[in-house]
Each structure stands twice: as C-alpha cells, then as structure tokens.
C-alpha cells in the first residue's frame, strides 16, 4: 500500500488535473471562437488533445498543465511534437477536406490561478 501522496494518489491527482486542464483548453477554445473538430485523437505512436478551426485554420493543439506556464511549456519536447505530427498526418489521411486549410500546431498552457495561454505555432508538423 502507497503512503498518504505517495505513487498512486500523487498519480490520481496529476491524472485529475490533465483532464481538468483539457476542459479548460476545451471551453478556451470554445469561448474564442473555433470549432472543435476532434478531442483525444489517438493513434498507434500518437495523440492530438484537441483538433479545432477557425477562419481557414486547423489547429493541432497540444494541452500541457504544469506547476507552472514555464514548466508547462518545457514539456512540449521534440518527441511529443514527432508524435503529435505522426496524428495530424494520420487524421488528415481521413480528413481529406482539411488539406485547403492552414494547418498550425498549436499549445494551450495551463497552471493552477493562471488563464489559459494559447501559443501558436509553437511546433512545426511535419506531415510527410
């Protein structure tokens, strides 16, 4: 059995706040006009947390939730962002419509008592 904020409560409560941040980034996104087109789009060596347009662009969005915003934007590695453009390659294979569309990757940023920071173009995908 795990002490009181050992492994797998400190595991519960971080799970907690991812799904709680994408909420966030979801009503973000919501509120400022796109249209979410897909959440949670997996596939075998890859995720999108969210999919969502506006005005002529599909944005490829990558949620992250930290102690901080700083900390929050360190965690978009270079591995995370092969893997979200392996996604978005993926989806737009099924989504043949979206190619007339500018395509950005996008970050949402969260931390505890701070707004949500969109950031675009904070990765390039690569969609060969």
């Not at 059995?1 to 919501?30: N, T, V």
């Not at 915003?69 to 043949?96: G, Q, Y």
């Amino acid at each position: 059995m795990s002490p009181p904020g050992g492994g797998l409560a400190k595991r519960r409560r971080a799970r907690g706040f991812g799904i709680r941040a994408e909420w966030a980034a979801l009503a973000f996104l919501l509120a400022t006009g796109h249209r979410v087109l897909a959440r949670n789009y997996l596939i075998r060596g890859g995720e999108i947390d969210l999919i969502a347009a506006k005005r002529g662009t599909i944005l490829f969005v990558e949620v992250k939730a930290r102690a901080s915003l700083d900390e929050a934007r360190i965690a978009v590695t270079p591995e995370k962002r092969r893997r979200i453009s392996r996604a978005a390659a993926h989806w737009l294979t099924r989504n043949r419509w979206a190619a007339q569309y500018t395509l950005r990757g996008d970050a949402i940023f969260i931390a505890p008592r701070k707004w949500p920071v969109h950031e675009a173009n904070v990765y390039e995908l690569n969609l060969l």
